[in-house]
């Protein structure tokens, strides 16, 4: 498994990095534009104003005036929860970036389904060609295998991380087969609980943010990883996780440790 090379993003073909980028931590423009230049591709904008960064829309920006908006796969996340306002504000996404069409709209946050109009709201912008896919982010686990048994959803943005591996039981097992759905990990460092010395096991140092990608990334139902950067520092050691590739067992065995503690200490 080599972190380097793209991977297909499910059934929706698209060829993407295994890093993700997203637009929520304020990094500068040039940190996005670096990471798109070492092949970071999937790009996530949010629709509300607080996933919406000034930055990575230049960033964007300068990237389709370069002519190369057919390398980069952008993801517009809408939280609206009514068809009305998930068109409303997809479409001032589109024009914010200054793009005619997003190559995936990420309905979230979803507890449970979503109404079916909602979803025939979502799936009339795939038919105009305004997203060429439709996706959906949820913390309900549940939620993914029924959503692929219908088969209108092309890909999934799943919480997965060393405190948080259920999905390796109630998700992927069900996300197989030919036409499967393309699935994106968010929550790598657990909110940075798993970079806090503090909730660490007796005797443990605690992990990298890197560490933290490389455990998700080392799960091969994971596609895509989103991380974030507050500035370009920050980028260019999180991309440092391509480099180093997969974790052997025994960091594996070690990331799980810290993450059942994480995830126990928070039940405390």
């Not at 080392?218 to 989103?226: F, K, L």
């Amino acid at each position: 498994m080599d972190f380097k090379k793209k991977t297909t993003l499910g059934r929706t073909g698209l060829k993407v990095a295994r890093l993700g980028i997203s637009s929520s931590f304020r990094a500068p423009t040039a940190a996005f534009e670096q990471a798109f230049e070492q092949g970071c591709n999937y790009f996530t904008w949010g629709t509300f104003i607080k996933g919406r960064s000034p930055a990575m829309r230049e960033a964007i920006r300068n990237i389709v005036k370069k002519g190369q908006r057919e390398d980069l796969v952008i993801a517009v996340l809408s939280y609206a929860h009514s068809a009305f306002l998930t068109e409303r504000f997809f479409q001032r996404g589109l024009r914010d970036l200054g793009i005619e069409y997003a190559d995936v709209l990420v309905l979230g946050y979803y507890p449970r389904r979503p109404s079916q109009r909602v979803i025939n709201g979502a799936l009339r912008l795939k038919d105009k060609g305004m997203a060429r896919f439709i996706g959906l982010t949820s913390h309900n686990r549940k939620v993914f295998p029924q959503l692929h048994q219908e088969g209108l959803f092309d890909c999934f943005h799943i919480r997965y991380n060393a405190a948080h591996r259920g999905a390796e039981k109630e998700t992927f097992p069900e996300l197989k087969g030919k036409d499967r759905p393309g699935v994106v990990s968010f929550t790598a460092t657990a909110w940075k609980k798993l970079l806090n010395p503090k909730k660490m096991p007796p005797g443990e140092t605690p992990p990298t943010a890197v560490d933290c990608y490389r455990f998700v990334l080392s799960n091969p139902s994971v596609d895509v990883c989103m991380m974030g950067a507050r500035s370009i520092e920050q980028m260019r050691e999180n991309l440092k996780t391509l480099d180093q590739g997969p974790m052997t067992k025994a960091e594996l065995t070690r990331m799980q440790k810290i993450g059942d503690y994480v995830y126990k200490k928070k039940k405390t």
